[in-house]
């Protein structure tokens, strides 16, 4: 599911003490990001990574994210390590030893991925309605594959994620100046 409503602190700093544990950091303004074009990242360092970017003040959709410099690439899927693989596994997979699916690049086993990527420049990103492809210039790449078969399948239906009819990936992979984003 592609996420399309975004908020950010950018107004009045909120004290720690008025925020509670779950709070924004500063009042939430409405963020609309535009679709990164490739030139905007290409040639950019990866410096962190982070899988589960996004809040609605309890929880969160699990949206990925590259950190390059004072941005983040943000990828705004719920649970969008799960759509991802490279190298032949899944990014994320909480179900991948029900499934008989190789470890993923990060699980309760700790994060392969931080540590195949961080410190690697971006050569290439192409987003398309249904599919994405990010190559590094070492060559490795992270992919959303058009065909919905090669994904996880939601544990409720057992059906392969898949997008809707009128979601178009395009719009949920932006650049964005915080990793503080509210959905």
């Not at 057992?158 to 809707?164: D, V, Y």
């Amino acid at each position: 599911m592609i996420l399309k409503k975004f908020e950010i602190p950018a107004g009045r700093p909120i004290p720690e003490d008025q925020r509670g544990y779950f709070g924004p950091s500063a009042e939430l303004v409405r963020f609309k990001p535009a679709p990164v074009q490739a030139a905007e990242v290409v040639g950019r360092r990866i410096d962190e990574v982070c899988a589960n970017l996004g809040t609605y003040g309890m929880g969160g959709p699990g949206m990925f994210g590259l950190r390059l410099d004072a941005q983040w690439l943000v990828f705004a899927l719920w649970s969008a390590g799960a759509w991802m693989v490279a190298d032949g596994r899944r990014v994320e997979d909480t179900y991948y030893l029900r499934h008989g699916a190789p470890p993923p690049w990060r699980s309760e086993l700790g994060d392969e991925l931080s540590g195949r990527v961080l410190g690697r420049t971006i050569a290439a990103l192409e987003v398309r309605r249904r599919s994405m492809d990010l190559s590094l210039d070492d060559g490795f790449a992270i992919r959303i594959d058009e065909d919905p078969a090669t994904r996880p399948v939601w544990e409720g239906n057992q059906k392969p994620r898949k997008f809707g009819w009128r979601d178009d990936l395009r719009r949920a992979v932006f650049l964005c100046p915080t990793d503080e984003i509210w959905t």
